[in-house]
Nanobody
Framework: QVQLVESGGGLVQAGGSLRLSCAAS????????MGWFRQAPGKEREFVAA????????YYQDSVKGRFTISRDNAQNTVYLQMNRLKPEDTAVYYC?????????????????WGQGTQVTVSS
């Protein structure tokens, strides 16, 4: 069992930056791929970014490429999402998720464990 706890959300003006963190419990964190998803009010949950278990492969939704960076520190059991040049359309609850298979995926069904989410609000 893995528990995931997100932090770092908040209110920021358009063009600003935030760094989200996701702290994981459990000994096997370093073998899991990790992903970030988001859900805006009235919309379905959507993929944002993912990173393979070693961190050598990353994936991004097209709308965040060049602005967001996913990274991980396996020694700290933590995955990060650095978000720069934020836009109002990035406003959502952001969730981190763990995939036991390790490769990383843009599909939510591939993920086995989910955090409770952290709110990101970008004002115009």
């Amino acid at each position: 069992q893995v528990q995931l706890v997100e932090s770092g959300g908040g209110l920021v003006q358009a063009g600003g930056s935030l760094r989200l963190s996701c702290a994981a419990s459990g000994r096997r964190f370093s073998s899991y791929a990790m992903g970030w998803f988001r859900q805006a009010p009235g919309k379905e949950r959507e993929f944002v970014a993912a990173i393979s278990w070693r961190g050598g492969t990353t994936y991004y939704q097209d709308s965040v490429k060049g602005r967001f960076t996913i990274s991980r520190d396996n020694a700290q059991n933590t995955v990060y999402l650095q978000m720069n040049r934020l836009k109002p359309e990035d406003t959502a609850v952001y969730y981190c998720a763990a995939d036991r298979r390790g490769g990383g995926s843009s599909s939510a069904v591939s993920y086995d464990y989910w955090g409770q989410g952290t709110q990101v609000t970008v004002s115009s």
